[in-house]
């Protein structure tokens, strides 16, 4: 079927204006991938086992008894690095959402899709996992073609049951990684082991996230990709003619095809045998060019070169190279744009490591009380009122205590003589700061404010003092 497809392509040259995957009365075109082997699908199927080993472990990393990492959209609380950010901290992960839009378009012009096949979730979950799994059950394309046009026998209710359960049980695994990551591994346990009463909204989002996975991987698809992605869609203003992408050498290529008589090589190196085509799993033909629908799984190189193997020529027919590079027959070049880009994304990198690294764990923020200038403190010496709010984000209950730090004077705190801040909570409280008038050299004195826990000092606060000008 995908041969017919693509001659007919080939022929009418309107690849573009439609999906491979879908036909003209708008059906779906099911892709039978076949199975690629060769080197870059075997590193691929290396990084993906490091990768499933990263996805399914960091859940488990816990720094000072918080996750590494979680994102409770719910409860708007994140935790990047076992730092807690709260509403408050929100500047900071808009930032951050700034600085990580700006790395993808500066990674995407330079390296074109090599996320989308290397890294993306979904990529990997598709062909390393559950693709192979249908492998496993149903064999090559080519069998598992046949295996759907055949009538409903013990064999194929066999087979298709067990690949979807296998594909539900699998489903139902992420979902319960990806929801550890949204509440931590800690709630998940809860949700596993407790009564099923107390935890009815976790039980319905673990339903939930399961069907939408298993809707996916067992017949979605591709189609997550091709229709459903922003990023694959934004990839046409993105990529340039000196992006690096998966790439058809059409100078080396064309013309395509053999002599049918003596079965030679009549034109360019490409045979026309198809198996490019036949191992995509977005079932795009790559000598047509750049396509949104290509994700750089590198699949069609590996199909590629093994043929040219067999015809003693070299590799890289297909291969990662930039537009550039095959018109002009250059090898693909770190050029300074590159260099330029991946410097800028480095310096975001940095930029964000620092905004991490440097932000408090307790904030404190100090406000003269509104509406009083000072109070006369007995003869000589002159009062201001403050109020002071904190918010800890560490996991411990805290009490807190503000010192004079540059000052001779002292500090009245109203009430109890530190402030009590709840773990991941807020505290606020009131105190005077008293200066001797001989110290009072103009009507506003800078001074600054030390926030110690017993004797531990957490952070200086500047703040000013009003008072009196001596005469
Ligand atoms: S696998 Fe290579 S030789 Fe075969 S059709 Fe594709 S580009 Fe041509
Ligand atoms: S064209 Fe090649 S790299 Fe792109 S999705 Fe298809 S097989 Fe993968």
Redesign the pocket.
Known sequence: MADTLHKKEKATDNFRDHLATVDKQGKRNWIYAQKPHGKLYRLRTWLSLLYFIVFFGLPFVQINGRPLFMFNIPQAKFILFGKVFWPQDFFILGLGMVAFIFFIILFTASFGRLFC?WACPQTNFMEMMFRKIEYWIEGDAAQQKILAKAPWTGNKTFKKISKHILFYLLAFIIANFFLSYIIGIKELEKIITEPVSKHVAGLTSLIVFSAVFYAVYAFFREQACTVVCPYGRLQGVLLDKNSMI?AYDYKRGEPRGVDKKTNDVVHGDCIDCFQ?AR????G?D?RNGV?L?????????DACDNIMDKLNKPHGL?RYASENSIANGEPLRYTTRMKMYTALCGLVVVVLSVILLTRKDINATVMRTPGILYQERGKDSVSNLYNIKLANKTLDELKLSVKLEDANGKIDIVGKPYIDVAKEGQGSGSFFIVLPNKNIKQRKTELKLGLYEGEKKITTITTSFLGPVSE
């Open positions: 096949g998966v490019c191992v995509c799993p977005t795009i790559i396509q629908e290509c994700v750089g799984c590198t699949a069609c190189i297909i």
